[in-house]
């Protein structure tokens, strides 16, 4: 079994930030892909960002600029750093990680959410 533990969310004023963290622990051979997605109410749930364990980044084209993604392969944690927010930003964020639990055996794994708020 894996778990993957979400914190860093909170309320913050526009043009404020915020560093989310993931970490996975459990039955973890490797892990892949690691990532960010999140879901405003009456949305779908949309990607942020992800990392591959070599460091390749993807961004969506509204956080571009502004979050930076990164990992600690060793303590098999992510990280989104959010930068300049916006109210639009405001959505509930989900952490992914792609994780091996032996050679070929692997699956999608999410954490819980955090609720991060962007308002006045």
């Known amino acids: 079994q894996v778990q993957l533990v979400e914190s860093g969310g909170g309320l913050v004023q526009p043009g404020g930030s915020l560093r989310l963290s993931c970490a996975a622990s459990g039955s973890i051979f490797s892990i892949n892909r690691m990532g960010w997605y999140r879901q405003a109410p009456g949305k779908p749930r949309e990607l942020v960002a992800t990392?591959?364990?070599?460091?390749?980044?993807n961004y969506a084209d509204s956080v571009k600029g502004r979050f930076t993604i990164s990992r600690d392969n060793a303590q098999n944690t992510v990280y989104l750093q959010m930068s300049s927010l916006k109210p639009e930003d405001t959505a509930v964020y989900y952490c992914?990680?792609?994780?091996?639990?032996?050679?070929?055996?692997?699956?999608?794994?999410w954490g819980q959410g955090t609720q991060v708020t962007v308002s006045l």
């Open positions: 992914n990680a792609l994780v091996y639990t032996d050679t070929y055996l692997s699956r999608d794994y």
């Open positions: 990392i591959t364990a070599g460091g390749l980044t």
